[in-house]
């Protein structure tokens, strides 16, 4: 039997939660020019406002499931939801260092059975929440890409994203 498929299932569910913050990251680097200010329509989110409302929701789920996990992240909370952050490489940070956080909560529920404090009746739940989530917001960025006039090619987009669901390790 392969070393994958021996792999406890708490380090799978976490590694799919690594790879769907790669997909992230990668699709934010694979982004045009300019594109950080891209709005679907009037009125809509930009492609930045997108991207840091997800680490927005990421760091407010913590907040409200395991404060207990996260003493310092009430200060560490971004003031705005949906920041104009205009630093692609800013965003990419936030964007790893609250998967991180998010990671390390799950694992530390699960391992230890407790529950969250607010929503979701499991804490793998608030992973599947979050993943889903951010693929919404996936593609409404490409979709907002692509009403644009900058869609992302697929040869440029699956390598980075599609891929990284794919490749075995």
């Known amino acids: 039997m392969s070393a994958v498929l021996n792999q406890p299932l ?10 769907n913050n790669t997909i992230l990251v ?12 891209v709005r679907a329509a009037q009125g809509s989110p930009s492609v930045a406002q997108m991207f840091t409302h997800m680490h927005y929701c990421r760091l407010i789920l913590i907040s409200e499931n395991a404060p207990e996990l996260a003493p310092n992240l009430p ?20 964007l790893n260092d609250s998967a991180k956080a998010v990671r390390e909560v799950a694992k530390a529920k699960i391992e230890s059975g407790g529950q969250m404090k607010v929503h979701y ?10 993943t889903w989530h951010e693929g919404y917001h996936h593609g409404q960025i490409k979709l907002a ?3 644009a006039g900058h869609p992302i090619d697929d040869d440029l987009a699956g390598p980075v994203t599609w891929h990284v669901w794919f490749d075995k390790t």
């Open 75 to 94: 200060k560490d909370l971004p003031e705005e939801e949906w920041a104009a952050e205009r630093d692609s490489n800013r965003i990419a940070q936030l």
């Open 121 to 130: 009746d499991h804490p793998i739940l608030f992973l599947q929440h979050l």
């Open 26 to 37: 990668n699709l934010l680097r694979a982004l045009p020019t300019g594109a950080l200010e």
């Open 10 to 19: 708490l380090e799978a569910l976490l590694d799919s939660w690594d790879r």
């Open 145 to 147: 890409l692509k009403l």
